[in-house]
């Protein structure tokens, strides 16, 4: 675990929701990791008021995504939204 006091690691908690709340918007199709952050770095980059985001912190909020079963991998290798009911 960190050192860092709460208000960072709450302000990190925000930030992995943010990017993850970005990525659920990408994934409206079955895709790839890899496609899925093309797409979303493709964006980025069109949003000149946005900082960039890298692989890293993408893949953190991925990761949250998948902790929280709110994305999956199907059978096939395809990261999917899951039906949260």
């Known amino acids: 675990e960190s050192g860092a006091p709460p208000h960072m690691k ?3 908690n925000l ?19 890899s496609s899925l952050w093309e797409r979303f770095d493709g964006r980025q980059r069109n949003a000149p ?5 890298t692989f890293d912190w993408f893949s953190l ?6 902790a929280m079963q ?3 991998y199907s059978h096939d290798g395809y990261l999917r939204r899951t039906h949260v009911s």
């Open 10 to 12: 709450a302000a990190e």
């Open 61 to 66: 909020a991925l990761s949250t995504l998948y």
């Open 15 to 33: 930030g992995r929701f943010t990017v993850g709340s970005e990525i659920l918007e990408e994934l409206q199709n079955p895709m790839t990791v």
């Open 70 to 72: 709110v994305v999956d």
């Open 49 to 53: 008021e946005a900082g960039r985001i």
